[in-house]
T-cell receptor, first 115, second 114 residues
């Protein structure tokens, strides 16, 4: 049971380059999320997908796009990378039980450096 | 506005002792869930414990318990019998029932001393 997987683990980009971060989950969860983690700031939500076929903006969506490819996969794209997007990116998924909050399970993260 | 506050940037605890990590939250909603996650130096985020706003008893998971005081809007994590492997960053988080936007605190770094 792999849980949530992310690729790549590390990436170095030059300003202006584009890239796609891949995420897949095998827990049959409906909802998936992309976060970024910066020092001293906890995690901030970039985009989420409540269910297959839907995506919505989170707290910090500017400079990013997402695609919910199917129930398992949720990708994050940087069209023109900027140094401010240097961060650790986490993908997560959740499947709420009725009457409970959405416990999220996280992938291992992608460390991105934009020069 | 929803907000999670963790006032302790760093904490030290002696091995085998108990430690409490503080978390306060701000929400006007009545239906919400509170979570704690652990992030060791390897970087992954590990779910520890969950407390629903309507749960009358404090949540427990092994050595972890959540001291939920709804009137004070606090959800402190208690780790009993600390182990060296408990040294990590700990995040408190909140989401509302039926909602998908989980907000996280800035975290508390716990150091367990041998």
């Amino acid at each position: 049971n792999a849980g949530v997987t992310q690729t790549p683990k590390f990436q170095v980009l030059k300003t202006g380059q584009s890239m796609t971060l891949q995420c897949a989950q095998d827990m049959n969860h409906n909802s998936m999320y992309w976060y970024r983690q910066d020092p001293g700031m906890g995690l901030r939500l970039i985009y989420y997908s409540a269910s297959e076929g839907t995506t919505d903006k989170g707290e910090v969506p500017n400079g990013y796009n997402v695609s919910r490819l199917n129930k398992r996969e949720f990708s994050l794209r940087l069209e023109s990378a900027a140094p401010s997007q240097t961060s650790v990116y986490f993908c997560a998924s959740s499947g709420a039980l009725q009457g409970q909050g959405e416990t999220q399970y996280f992938g291992p993260g992608t460390r991105l450096l934009v020069l | 506005a929803q907000k999670i506050t963790q006032t302790q940037p760093g904490m030290f605890v002696q091995e085998k002792e108990a430690v409490t990590l503080d978390c306060t939250y701000d929400t006007s909603d009545q239906s919400y869930g509170l979570f704690w996650y652990k992030q060791p130096s390897s970087g992954e985020m590990i779910f520890l414990i969950y407390q629903g706003s309507y749960d009358e008893q404090n949540a427990t998971e092994g050595r972890y318990s959540l001291n939920f005081q709804k009137a004070r809007k606090s959800a402190n994590l208690v780790i009993s019998a600390s182990q060296l492997g408990d040294s990590a960053m700990y995040f408190c988080a909140m989401s509302h029932f039926g909602g998908f936007k989980t907000i996280f605190g800035a975290g508390t770094r716990l150091f367990v001393k041998a």
